[in-house]
């Protein structure tokens, strides 16, 4: 079960549209389509209890989501994540209740994967087999592969140089661990675009992946015995997490699921790509650049919002507001999340958290209000920013190193790690290292094998040359020693 629609409606300018598959925005103002939800066609026939026996996620709330086949819906497991008391962070900012939706624990670390299992449900239920995406973020394009491979279609995912530039290593790893196909630097060719009707297109406009993000508002007013907060502080990259959260809090208020909506909606976007924040400001906005992104939470650095008019007209419905943060804020936010409430996100994700802190600074938040941050995306998925917000670093360095010198040690064999103690002991070349390891080993080999061993030893950056000797006419003598990583793996093994 869940509600019928025939229609799709454009956000911006009202035209509607009868359903088709391959629409994916309004053809008079190219604003993003939504599903024209006829809720009078489930009101009254459901209740809050309705879903109290039904396991958490996402599909909890079928009855206000898309009609689609139950044998064909395609789930991780995605939603049904913790609306965390944070006693500790709460105090430490002089907040009355601070609490935190922690989207980290959903199946690829991302809140996305809400939108993913609806959209991806519907290309199965339709029949399609393969998926296309294009432009998309690094949390997208993992979710997709992923989703993808759950239900065993074919996922090709087209991102530009400018996004492989900033996308996170953690997100292209979980992307090629999925099966993802990968096709960097070019665009969908006219063949891509022209067969496009044998593959269905993901992407965060689809009215259908915009549905499943809504349930991040139900769950938070489930787990508030059916009662919204004071606030809501949402990232905002193309606008749709916050509109859609607007959007379905307002539907439970229709369905009389709660009393009322009263609840300030706030977005978060990064100095200096903050379009949005700047019209609700009445900003002049500076056109983004095609360089290189100059930010660590580069999942809201977005050219075109999607969503961009409808998250605007969210926040001024609910009488909200717009933040601007800049890195060194998200940084100190991030760290303080993680020690305080041991919940580990990625830089786009802590960017609640430090527009939080920025509007309390500003005294532009009550401190008796219960506030609600969204925290959308796991740290992990950004290794190399988990690394910089650490203070000693010198310390993880060294700790990385001796983890690498040991796994290189259980590679390297008896004779190479021979090789290596006795080149510790002194700088020497590859004679001396043979007589040395016939005595060691016991063993009579060619002295050609040493000085294979010595080669494969130097390209591993284990020992390097330091000079080389002509001794009374005899043939030249290449004298070695160890580097630094060749002396952490003698140390480590011992």
């Given at each position: 079960?869940?509600?019928?629609?025939?229609?799709?409606?454009?956000?911006?300018?009202?035209?509607?549209?009868?359903?088709?598959?391959?629409?994916?925005?309004?053809?008079?103002?190219?604003?993003?389509?939504?599903?024209?939800?006829?809720?009078?066609?489930?009101?009254?026939?459901?209740?809050?209890?309705?879903?109290?026996?039904?396991?958490?996620?996402?599909w909890r709330y079928l009855e206000l989501l898309p009609k689609i086949d139950s044998?064909?819906?395609?789930?991780?497991?995605?939603?049904?994540?913790?609306?965390?008391?944070?006693?500790?962070?709460?105090?430490?900012?002089?907040?009355?209740?601070?609490?935190?939706?922690?989207?980290?624990?959903?199946?690829?670390?991302?809140?996305?994967?809400?939108?993913?299992?609806?959209?991806?449900?519907?290309?199965?239920?339709?029949?399609?087999?393969?998926?296309?995406?294009?432009?998309?973020?690094?949390?997208?394009?993992?979710?997709?592969?992923?989703?993808?491979?759950?239900?065993?279609?074919?996922?090709?995912?087209?991102?530009?140089?400018?996004?492989?530039?900033?996308?996170?290593?953690?997100?292209?790893?979980?992307?090629?661990?999925?099966?993802?196909?990968?096709?960097?630097?070019?665009?969908?060719?006219n063949y891509d675009v022209l067969n496009s009707e044998k593959s269905y297109v993901?992407?965060?406009?689809?009215?259908?992946?915009?549905?499943?993000?809504?349930?991040?508002?139900?769950?938070?007013?489930?787990?508030?015995?059916?009662?919204?907060?004071?606030?809501?502080?949402?990232?905002?990259?193309?606008?749709?997490?916050?509109?859609?959260?607007?959007?379905?809090?307002?539907?439970?208020?229709?369905?009389?699921?709660?009393?009322?909506?009263?609840?300030?909606?706030?977005?978060?976007?990064?100095?200096?790509?903050?379009?949005?924040?700047?019209?609700?400001?009445?900003?002049?906005?500076?056109?983004?650049?095609?360089?290189?992104?100059?930010?660590?939470?580069?999942?809201?650095?977005?050219?075109?919002?999607?969503?961009?008019?409808?998250a605007i007209r969210s926040i001024k419905e609910s009488k909200g507001k717009g933040?601007?943060?800049?890195?060194?804020?998200?940084?100190?936010?991030?760290?303080?999340?993680?020690?305080?409430?041991?919940?580990?996100?990625?830089?786009?994700?802590?960017?609640?958290?430090?527009?939080?802190?920025?509007?309390?600074?500003?005294?532009?938040?009550?401190?008796?209000?219960?506030?609600?941050?969204?925290?959308?995306?796991?740290?992990?998925?950004?290794?190399?920013?988990?690394?910089?917000?650490?203070?000693?670093?010198?310390?993880?360095?060294?700790?990385?190193?001796?983890?690498?010198?040991?796994?290189?040690?259980?590679?390297?064999?008896?004779?190479?790690?021979?090789?290596?103690?006795?080149?510790?002991?002194?700088?020497?070349?590859?004679?001396?290292?043979?007589?040395?390891?016939?005595?060691?080993?016991?063993?009579?080999?060619?002295?050609?094998?040493?000085?294979?061993?010595?080669?494969?030893?130097?390209?591993?950056?284990?020992?390097?040359?330091?000079?080389?000797?002509?001794?009374?006419?005899?043939?030249?003598?290449?004298?070695?020693?160890?580097?630094?990583?060749?002396?952490?793996?003698?140390?480590?093994?011992?």
């Amino acid at each position: 079960m869940g509600y019928f629609t025939t229609e799709m409606i454009c956000s911006n300018c009202g035209e509607k549209y009868p359903l088709d598959d391959n629409l994916r925005s309004c053809l008079r103002c190219n604003g993003p389509l939504l599903l024209d939800n006829k809720l009078e066609e489930i009101s009254g026939k459901v209740t809050k209890n309705t879903f109290s026996n039904r396991i958490r996620g996402v599909w909890r709330y079928l009855e206000l989501l898309p009609k689609i086949d139950s044998k064909k819906i395609v789930s991780l497991g995605e939603g049904g994540t913790a609306l965390l008391n944070c006693e500790r962070l709460a105090r430490n900012l002089g907040l009355r209740r601070l609490l935190v939706k922690d989207e980290t624990t959903n199946p690829t670390g991302s809140f996305l994967d809400r939108g993913m299992t609806i959209d991806v449900s519907k290309a199965n239920e339709i029949g399609i087999k393969s998926l296309r995406c294009s432009s998309a973020s690094g949390n997208f394009s993992a979710s997709a592969s992923a989703y993808a491979s759950r239900a065993g279609f074919s996922c090709t995912i087209h991102l530009s140089k400018e996004i492989i530039s900033k996308l996170n290593l953690g997100k292209l790893y979980q992307i090629i661990a999925y099966g993802g196909n990968l096709v960097i630097g070019e665009k969908p060719t006219n063949y891509d675009v022209l067969n496009s009707e044998k593959s269905y297109v993901l992407s965060s406009s689809n009215p259908y992946f915009a549905e499943g993000e809504k349930t991040t508002a139900y769950e938070i007013c489930e787990q508030l015995q059916w009662q919204t907060p004071d606030r809501i502080i949402v990232p905002m990259g193309h606008g749709e997490h916050i509109s859609m959260i607007w959007r379905g809090i307002k539907e439970l208020k229709a369905l009389g699921l709660i009393q009322n909506q009263n609840v300030t909606m706030t977005g978060v976007q990064i100095e200096g790509y903050a379009s949005l924040v700047d019209q609700l400001q009445r900003e002049k906005t500076e056109k983004i650049s095609a360089g290189k992104i100059k930010t660590i939470a580069t999942d809201l650095v977005m050219k075109n919002p999607t969503h961009g008019d409808l998250a605007i007209r969210s926040i001024k419905e609910s009488k909200g507001k717009g933040v601007k943060v800049n890195d060194s804020e998200i940084f100190y936010s991030l760290s303080l999340l993680a020690r305080t409430e041991g919940i580990f996100a990625e830089p786009a994700a802590a960017s609640t958290i430090a527009g939080l802190k920025k509007l309390i600074d500003l005294g532009q938040i009550d401190k008796d209000e219960e506030i609600v941050c969204i925290v959308t995306g796991a740290g992990l998925k950004d290794p190399s920013t988990a690394r910089k917000f650490i203070k000693k670093v010198k310390t993880v360095n060294r700790i990385i190193s001796q983890i690498e010198s040991k796994q290189i040690t259980t590679r390297l064999g008896r004779t190479k790690f021979e090789i290596l103690k006795i080149i510790s002991s002194k700088e020497t070349y590859g004679y001396e290292v043979w007589r040395n390891l016939k005595q060691i080993l016991g063993i009579d080999f060619d002295i050609s094998s040493v000085y294979q061993h010595l080669s494969e030893l130097e390209n591993a950056g284990l020992i390097r040359r330091t000079k080389i000797e002509s001794v009374l006419g005899k043939p030249r003598r290449c004298y070695y020693s160890l580097t630094d990583r060749g002396m952490t793996t003698i140390k480590s093994a011992k």
